[in-house]
């Protein structure tokens, strides 16, 4: 078991971001969140299969984390291999990164992308990506755009690629 990730915000609460692979009694936490956020009724297995198999794989993907906020869960993010995207070429990818309503704008996502960056290092990999619509989020916290991507399904998504090395965000 590794230790649970402690994310001081100001001196106003206590929060921590937990790798569902370190911490495999937040399984069933992590699959019903990570459903309720990002799953159609489609798409409910692909959470709870991959975040299920996530703790026992030798592989240094996938990994799934949670932010609670004394015991409440209030955002996720995930490290994978590919993200439904063409560009299986790049690897690895942040997905399903959230935070609740009540906690944004206190730049928690940043620090969940920090710890991403910092395991995709840890794994080897000077780089990660994502998919995205948004625009100016990520560019704040140090991706670039790099193109456009395209999903089974036929929708196109925003690339962005950010160096590990450079771990220091601005906002």
Request: aromatic letters at 16%; charged letters at 20%; proline letters at 4%.
């Amino acid at each position: 078991m590794g230790q649970l990730y402690f994310v001081p915000l100001m001196g106003e609460s206590h929060m921590q971001i937990i790798s569902v692979r370190e911490h495999p009694e937040y399984k069933e936490k992590a699959i019903k969140y990570f459903q309720c956020k990002w799953a159609n009724e489609n798409s409910m297995k692909v959470y709870e299969d991959c975040i299920t198999h996530s703790i026992t794989t030798d592989s240094p993907f996938p990994i799934w984390y949670l932010m609670e906020d004394y015991g409440e869960i209030i955002g996720c993010a995930g490290l994978i291999s590919n993200d439904f995207i063409s560009r299986m070429d790049l690897w690895p990818w942040i997905c399903a990164l959230y935070i609740e309503n009540s906690y944004r704008g206190r730049s928690l996502g940043k620090e969940l992308l920090l710890r991403a960056k910092a395991d995709a290092e840890k794994a080897g990999f000077n780089k990660v990506f994502l998919c995205t619509d948004h625009i100016g989020y990520y560019e704040k916290y140090g991706f670039t755009y790099i193109g456009d991507g395209y999903h089974p399904w036929g929708s196109i998504s925003r690339i962005y690629e950010s160096n590990n090395q450079n771990n220091h965000f601005s906002g």
